[in-house]
């Protein structure tokens, strides 16, 4: 398969996000995740040197430091400081949200939703009267492109674009369809994401955000374009782990025994997550898989928990609410 070690890179940056945000206990998980195959596919495939890229949803900070300690920007272990007020002497700081003056590497500061692409047209514009042909690559997300400056943003990239003031500027929208607190839909619909771009000049692409064969496919067919090209990339928020994919709750958080699981998961794919579902009746729940009851208990009342199914069949029961005090009622109460 062409891009194997491309999945392999993937594999470990997702790792290395979740041990991120376990060490910072803070941080994004959703937003990491959802954007590791197109950063990875930028930094471990197609950047050249000279080539730069922005990401203007800064939450996704995890991965973009992931990429970068693997470029030699910092060390690997440098990854442990992320969010640290204080960092040990040799190492660098890696804030919640990217910094340009910080951190080797960060091209642009991000962290206030709806810049980034203004600021890649700044950086396009200069290529342009540098002469160069370096590439300018960016990412924002759904929610992100709520914001107004975006809709001015677009239009100024094509102007410029027309006028011979600016090329080379390809853009990822990681539309995972969910922002902080819902859906994007519920919130502020951005839909028809693609014809909006297309009708204000852009070459627009819809891709799988995930597949590394068609991300490839869209950005070599986005450099042979005569306008500046977005692409539209379908991701699943929290891609990678299942019990945090498509669920807005991580956001912005995750505990440490759920950081654990993720890792546990990591190390053993064939661990099952399984819904618990309410019984009816007060603090009793059942364990469904597929239909078939495995086991009923008394719960913490209104739980809503997964549970590792080790494929030897020891439950092991983790709570998905964010209350450290559910989680410890959901273990006590659990009877094997
Ligand atoms: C201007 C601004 N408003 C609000 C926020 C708070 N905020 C941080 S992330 C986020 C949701 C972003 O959703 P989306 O762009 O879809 O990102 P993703 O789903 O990829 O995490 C919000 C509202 C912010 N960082 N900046
Ligand atoms: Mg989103």
Redesign the pocket.
């Known amino acids: 398969m062409q891009f194997e070690n491309l999945e392999e890179i993937a594999k470990q940056t997702r790792i290395e996000i979740i041990e991120m945000i376990k060490e910072a206990a803070s941080g994004?998980p959703?937003?990491s995740l959802?954007?590791v195959e197109i950063l990875v596919y930028l930094y471990s495939h197609k950047m050249k040197e000279n080539d730069c890229f922005h990401l203007s949803?800064?939450?996704?900070a995890p991965t973009l430091y992931s990429m970068l300690a693997r470029k030699g920007y910092f060390t690997k272990e440098n990854l442990k400081y992320f969010r640290k007020l204080e960092v040990p002497e040799g190492f660098v700081k890696l804030e919640g949200h990217p910094s340009y003056e910080k951190t080797p590497g960060v091209i642009g500061s991000s962290?206030?939703?709806?810049q980034g692409l203004s600021y890649a047209v700044g950086l396009a514009l200069a290529n342009k009267l540098d002469d160069n042909d370096n590439k300018v690559f960016f990412l924002?997300?759904?929610?992100?492109?709520q914001?107004g400056m975006v809709k001015e943003a677009m239009e100024s990239a094509v102007h410029f674009y027309r006028q011979g003031r600016l090329r080379n500027l390809i853009g990822f929208i990681?539309c995972?369809k969910?922002?902080?607190d819902g859906s994007?839909k519920d919130i502020m619909g951005v839909a028809p994401l693609a014809s909006k771009w297309r009708e204000y000049g852009w070459h627009v692409q819809e891709i799988d955000g995930h597949m590394f064969e068609e991300i490839d496919c869209a950005v070599s067919n986005a450099e042979k374009q005569d306008a500046p090209a977005i692409i539209v990339a379908n991701t699943v928020?929290g891609k990678g782990v299942p019990f945090m994919e498509k669920d807005y709750r991580f956001?912005?958080a995750a505990t440490k025994e759920q950081c654990d699981l993720a890792l546990l998961y990591f190390n053993d794919p064939t661990i099952q997550f399984i819904k618990l579902e309410m019984d009816g009746k007060k603090f009793c729940c059942k364990i469904c898989d597929g239909g078939n009851i495995l086991r009923r208990f008394e719960a913490a009342e209104d739980l809503e928990a997964m549970i590792a199914n080790l494929k030897n069949k020891n439950f092991r029961l983790v709570n998905i609410d964010f209350k450290d005090d559910v989680y410890k009622k959901i273990s006590e109460n659990f009877k094997q």
């Open positions: 994004h959703g937003g959802s954007c949803k800064g939450h996704a962290g206030s939703l709806g924002m997300g759904d929610g992100e492109s914001e990681d995972n969910l922002q902080l994007v928020k956001h912005g």
